[in-house]
């Protein structure tokens, strides 16, 4: 995994194979419909691919930050982010920010509780008063 | 002229009855709130507050949407400057050059010259607007296809110039952005292209939940892997521009309010496009362009000047037509209908007060948005100063809360968080941001306008129309002449 | 808990039980979703009978509800997801069964009971006034002469407008070309400014607009407010007699059948009002009432069409 995160080029390899899949799927379904909305999505890709190979074949000199701990520490907030969105549809929105907001917070390495746990209600109170009062949308 | 005066003077009798000003307020301090909240468009916070006013006299409710579109206008400053996050597409720009100066320890600088702007682009607007909105009203119809496409090719250009990083790379990012822009409904065939069977992107990609991922999110994400220590920030100044910053910036300020303004009068190009042109037109004009994208003051002027004109611009073809100049006049349009009335020339004829009571409203809105945001800023400064330890999670908070409002659904916030990652990828390798975005904003009006050209006499009509040759060849030099002189654009 | 206590607080259940199911509906605030944002027709048409209802007939809120999105499909994901209780109703047009049709989801409109139609807009063309076609001959005339060239704008392709106008090009005997725009307004806006021809609307979005003319009408009679156009049968064309945009309102198919009837008579009572009624032909619509097999009828009709077309 870390392997992945460390080429520099790894990001362009993967932009250069989505276009490159997304012109042969584009350009093949210009050939079976009769209309010509994939047209303009097929050039696209095509230019996709040319410039992102160009981009994969020359060597930058420029460097790049080395992956650390903390890239996976991006990562941890993200799974942990979107499993936040997950609970959110599944148990609530309050309960689930409750829930959510301190954990973010921990993973970043804040530990005063009070700050954490002032700030979590704080949001919450104003959400409400914002979103489900003043605005009518509720949020679940 | 007299008569504008007199009928002026009519229209502030309606805002200097309690009623009357209790709802321009209430309607400055909801817009900047809109605004400011990211998820929330101006046309979406005036489209909420039209229940509201079923029960108002339609004088007062209108004073009321006007003032908070103008607000809204100003406050997506707000976010885009001290978190990244714009509120509005509209302050898209304003994020990449506010959110620089604030990572500089200058906020304060940033978002007061973002009030200030703000005010007096929307003043200029306003003015427009009353002295000349008859005779600009022709000005929207004509633009078509052809114009629309070469308008937005020259919007697009300015992007061009955001390249620090290598023109591939920033190729492939607006590449990027214009194929994300075709996901979606196909409006000339019916058909669906690329939703892989998510019933949340047969609109196409959300634009918002998009935006806030690419700019806060993927900036959140960055910052956390940089920094091998969340702390403070520690130095921090919140000082505001003074006098004489801010009379460097007149000319900026009264060229991209004229701009923001026009732009604004061509229906279907609002206050977002208005905002790309000026600041591209700023750099052109700047004698400092290397700092645009590095915390340029003339580029959050430009900007913020010209999505705040552009409000008054957008209300020429409204108020004088009856056709819409942008999404938020599409909801005023619904709410005339609501109450009874139709925009339109009738309507100077059969209820001239409420004409002039919005353009009376429109005046004052910009100095009470002056006046409240000034004040606020103390309050913004407050919040961002807050640890990075517990801003941060806010912030995702914030976002993801924001994309769920968009449509009430939690797909786009599943969709703000992909974004956010995959900026964040980008990002760590070297892609920009802000091309990748603006071609998002600007792929469909491309790609759509292009094909419309195609159905109504092929490519030819993009250079035999005049406006649309004129547009072209601008674009054109816009992006060949610094190839030319072999002058990168901002030197590294 | 004594067998006394229990026994008469099982009489008082069975006592009260009936009086709660003739309970006049609705006890609880009801819901109108509608598939707009705020000011689009469906909701401005579902604001109207919300007030009329409050100001008359209901003692609780009724909400009107957006949820904009995937052409339809957001709120009607939504009101299926809604409690069976007859509490939700749906602001329906027949806009929205052509999109729904055209994303495949129309057997979902199976799980609805459509309660009424209550508006309907003519279809009509229009032309701005100056641009040298001063009736519907002028128009075809024109069409054959630009042989296929002459520009029709309106919303995406496939949509009712869309429709209409393929109709319209095959009784007419010519062919065109469709413009489409984001939205109908979009559209107009096009041919105001001389980049279209004609576009397809209805009555109303002439109002306050004077360089605008209609060509024909799809009313069997000529509307009274505009009474020097022609209809569509006047000129020949009866096939394209009785087009027209409707609004009305549906609920959960499973909802119960007292409440279902219910509603309806409410609807009815809002249709008979004479602020309905004004308000309704001060906006250059049709006040209808129309429910039960007809109604069905037509929507089947509306889905067959979208389905024959075929992109």
Known sequence: MSLIIKSENSLGAVIFLSGLVTAVFAFSSLQSSTSNDMLFPAVLALLLTLVSLQVVIKKNSESYDKTSRNSLRVLLIACVSAFYIYLAEAMGYYPATAVSLPLLAVILGYKKIFPVVFVTVLWLASAYLLFEKLLQISLG | ?492 | MSFTKIYFTFLTVILLAPATLLAEYPERPVKIVVYTAPGGLIDITARKVADILKKNFVKTPVIVENKKGAGGVTALSYVLRRPADGYTLFGVTNSLITKITALNQDSRLKKLTFLAKMVKDYECLITRKNSGISNLNDLINDAKQKNGAQLWAGPAAGGKDHLFALKSWKAFGIKARWIPYRSGAEALVAVMGSHADVYVGNPADTAGRENLKILAVSSSNRLPTFSDVPTFGELGFNTLTNEAIWRGFAIRADAPDSIKQSVKDLLKKVSSTKEWQEKKKKNYAVPIFETGKPLLDCILAEIKRRKAFSG
């Not at chain 2, 460097?248 to 732009?263: D, E, F, H, P, Q």
């Not at chain 2, 905002?275 to 913020?304: D, N, P, V, W």
């Not at chain 2, 009571?357 to 919040?383: Q, R």
């Not at chain 2, 941060?392 to 449509?407: A, D, E």
């Open chain 2, 1 to 492: 002229m007299e008569t504008i005066l007199l009928e002026l003077l009519q229209g502030f009798q309606v805002i200097f009855t309690p009623a009357g000003f209790g709802f321009l307020m209430l309607g400055v301090i909801a817009g900047i709130a809109f605004g400011a909240t990211p998820g929330i468009s101006p046309s979406t916070g005036v489209a909420l507050l039209v229940p509201f006013s079923y029960s108002m006299p339609p004088a007062v409710a209108f004073v009321f949407f006007v003032a908070a579109y103008q607000a809204a206008n100003y406050g997506g400053s707000i976010t885009a400057i001290s978190i990244n996050a714009p509120g509005t597409p509209a302050a898209i720009v304003t994020a990449i050059d506010g959110y620089e100066l604030t990572k500089q320890g200058k906020p304060g600088l940033a978002l007061g010259t973002a009030v200030i702007a703000s005010a007096l682009g929307g003043f200029i607007g306003a003015l427009i607007l009353i002295l000349l909105a008859r005779p600009l009203a022709g000005l929207g119809l004509l633009f078509g296809p052809a114009e629309y496409f070469s308008l937005t090719l020259f919007a697009l250009t300015t992007v061009i110039g955001f390249s620090t990083k290598n023109r591939l790379k920033t190729c492939t990012a607006i590449l990027l952005g214009l194929l994300l822009a075709t996901i979606g409904t196909d409006p000339f065939s019916g058909n669906l292209r690329f939703t892989l069977g998510l019933s949340g992107l047969y609109d196409g990609v959300p634009l918002i939940p998009a935006m806030i991922g690419l700019f806060a999110l993927a900036e959140i994400f960055s910052q956390i892997e940089s920094n091998l220590e969340l702390k403070k920030i520690s130095t921090f100044s919140g000082k505001l521009p003074g006098v004489n910053t801010l009379l460097k910036l007149k000319w900026a300020i009264l060229r991209s309010s004229v701009l923001g303004t026009l732009i604004g009068i061509i229906p279907g190009a609002g206050a977002t496009i208005a905002s790309f042109i000026s600041y591209g037109e700023a750099r052109r004009f700047s004698k400092k362009k290397e700092l645009f994208g590095r915390g340029s003051l003339e580029g959050i002027t430009s900007s913020e000047a010209a999505n705040s004109s552009s409000v008054g611009g957008a209300l020429v073809p409204l108020l004088s037509l009856g056709i819409p100049g942008s999404a938020t006049d599409a909801v005023l349009l619904g709410a005339f209908s609501l109450h009874g009335l139709t925009a339109g020339p009738e309507l100077f004829k059969s209820s001239p007060e409420i004409v002039y009571g919005i353009f009376s409203a429109l005046l004052a809105a910009n100095l009470l948005i002056l006046v409240f945001g000034l004040a606020g800023n103390a309050l913004w400064l407050k919040l961002i100063s807050i640890p990075q330890g517990l801003l941060y999670p806010l912030v995702i908070v914030l976002c993801i809360t924001g994309s769920y409002t968009v449509n009430g659904t939690f797909f786009d916030s599943g969709l703000c968080l992909a974004f956010g990652v995959f900026g964040w990828l980008l990002k760590r390798n070297g892609y920009p941001l802000a091309p990748l975005v603006m071609a998002l904003v600007l792929g469909s009006m491309l790609e759509m306008n292009l094909r419309r050209v195609l159905l109504m006499g092929g490519i030819k009509l993009l250079f035999v129309k005049p406006i649309s040759a004129v547009l072209l060849t601008v674009a054109l030099l816009a992006v060949a002449l610094p190839l030319i002189r072999k002058k990168p654009y901002l030197t590294p």
